[in-house]
């Protein structure tokens, strides 16, 4: 029998599953099983305690990373539960990426040796299991956000260059409305800075602009 670490449990060599612990460990049981039926499914003619061996393996590291050794000492009930529904989680996803047909190259690569289990759960986690259309989704959600820090972070740099703001000069990079700028001593209508900073004159100083949208920098005359 091949002992299942820290349930009190065992596999038998038909994969048969024996608990002589209390109820806690019925979930654990119940995933085991699972991940040995998937396993199953994609290497019918393997070995008959391949696919017991490797779902031994990776339930015991979803419990590690996801629950921990000792889940329930030292913590709250508040945060076993979680702990716990993340465990739920991150089996259905492991199970699902099993299943899929797209990945079965994957899955044989497990059950063979030549993919260890920390690395199959490591490709699930990164989205290398899901279906094509949801990885496309989630890359163009990741390309989105990373757009959108790239942008608050230009604004917030922006922000901090120039002390004046106007919505007369129009970037020439992204074409948006209001943009950041100084004033460029000695340069253009530098004689004439007798005005406010509103762009409210006519001297047409030279000025130095930032958009707060794209983060472009450039130069340009101060519009009348």
């Not at 047909?101 to 986690?125: D, I, K, T, Y």
Request: proline share 4%; hydrophobic share 35%.
């Amino acid at each position: 029998l091949t002992e299942y670490e820290g349930t009190g449990s065992s596999i038998g060599a038909m994969g048969d599953v024996h608990c002589d612990r209390d109820a806690s460990d019925v979930a654990r049981i119940k995933a085991l099983h699972l991940l040995m039926e998937a396993l199953k499914a994609v290497g019918p003619n393997s070995h008959p305690w391949a696919a017991e061996f490797v779902a031994w393996q990776l339930e015991a590291l979803l419990q590690e990373e996801l629950v921990g050794v000792h889940p329930i000492t030292g913590q709250s009930a508040t945060r076993a539960v979680k702990a716990e529904r993340g465990y739920r989680a991150r089996l259905r996803r492991v199970l699902q990426g099993m299943r899929l047909q797209a990945n079965r190259s994957m899955v044989e690569s497990l059950m063979e040796g030549q993919l260890s289990p920390r690395s199959f759960l490591r490709a699930e986690e990164s989205g290398e299991l899901l279906p094509e259309e949801q990885r496309e989704r989630l890359a163009q959600h990741q390309a989105d956000a990373a757009e959108r820090a790239a942008k608050e972070a230009n604004s917030a740099k922006a922000a901090s260059a120039f002390p004046f703001f106007s919505e007369k000069i129009q970037c020439q990079g992204c074409s948006s409305w209001g943009v950041r700028y100084d004033r460029i001593p000695h340069v253009g209508g530098h004689h004439k800075l007798g005005k406010t900073a509103s762009l409210g004159g006519t001297d047409h100083a030279r000025l130095a602009a930032q958009c707060p949208s794209c983060g472009l920098r450039w130069r340009t005359d101060e519009p009348p």
